[in-house]
């Protein structure tokens, strides 16, 4: 089990599993220890939404977050190729939309934010370095003013980026 994520009200802890022969993710909730498997094509990295509602996921060998609710029904592809794969620990949920990274984007990889009320990307840093790979690496803030990133670099720094919108 890898790749744990606590539910938004911390009742129940998110997780990726190959028990059934590829990863899914899990549900453990944790006043009885009930587990419950999420998804049925494939699941590695889940957060869930701010209201609790849907959970967001990427696949470990497939680029894409998709999206579920959180009780459980059918899966949806929300953003198509981004990230790509094996950089599925590189987006985060915000009250208002997902931000991810983009390692094909020229001349540098970015940073983009998918809003979603228009279903839109939009362009929010171009990274000074190359992205870290196969490691969780990118997070922020419910209100989504603050994130935080790694990238390679000889020397470690933690890096903040604020907007003030």
Known sequence: NVVPSWSRDGRSI?????????????????????????????????????DGRILYFSKFDQAGIWSIPATGGAESLVVPDKPGAGFWGHWAVTASGL?????????????????????????VLTLEKKAA?????????????????????????????????
């Open 14 to 50: 998110y997780f990726a599993s190959r028990r059934t022969g590829n990863w899914q993710l899990w549900k453990r909730a944790l006043a009885d220890g009930a587990e419950t498997q999420v998804t049925q094509h494939g699941g590695f990295t889940g957060f869930e939404s701010f």
């Open 99 to 123: 931000y991810l990274l983009d390692t094909e984007a020229e001349p540098k990889a970015s940073i983009e934010f998918y809003r979603f009320v228009t279903g839109r990307l939009s362009h």
């Open 133 to 165: 790979r196969l490691q969780p690496s990118l997070s922020a803030t419910a209100d989504g003013r603050t994130v935080y990133y790694t990238q390679y670099d000889r020397q470690s720094v933690i890096k903040l980026m604020e907007f003030s919108r």
